[in-house]
């Protein structure tokens, strides 16, 4: 497919114990705010969004011990957690992925925060990178 169907990195998620801590770690030491803050039911998340330039950072902590970010804390601690990528079209994207034998996660797009529309690859299609495609 020759049509680039990444428009930019939306957001660089983190997994973290505490929210709070590392909200007040970024300020401190970097200067940065919260742009967005929400929890996420569906997911079992909270999420703080830190902007940077025209993408953020996406801090995560579970809110339920059976979420995948619980899960991901539980066997490998804090750390990256996954790289969200803009797209046009999220559902265009995620059959891209399917087309080329790719496995995901989300058979289909579905709601995520701050009203995007969002759809997880899985990372052994991605080379051990967990990719969200985001539609905003």
């Known amino acids: 497919m020759s049509t680039e169907l990444l428009t930019e990195i939306d957001h ?4 973290v114990n ?4 590392a ?3 970024y300020k401190e030491v970097f200067g940065a705010t919260v742009e ?10 909270e999420e703080a969004l830190l902007k940077v330039a025209e993408s953020y ?12 970010v619980a899960k ?3 066997n490998k601690g804090e ?3 996954h790289i969200g ?11 891209a992925v399917k087309d080329s034998g790719g496995r995901v996660i989300d058979e289909v797009p579905r709601p995520g925060s701050r009203g995007t529309t969002v759809a997880f690859v899985h990372p052994k299609t991605s080379f051990g990178t967990l990719i969200e495609l985001v539609q905003e």
């Open 36 to 45: 967005h803050r929400e929890v996420v039911e569906s997911d079992g998340v």
């Open 79 to 81: 750390g990256l957690h």
């Open 12 to 15: 660089v998620a983190i997994a």
């Open 72 to 74: 991901y804390l539980a």
């Open 57 to 68: 950072i996406q801090l995560l902590t579970p809110t339920t011990g059976s979420s995948p």
């Open 18 to 21: 505490d929210l709070d801590a």
């Open 23 to 25: 909200v007040a770690w």
């Open 85 to 95: 990528y803009r797209v046009a079209d999220c559902a265009v994207a995620l059959q």
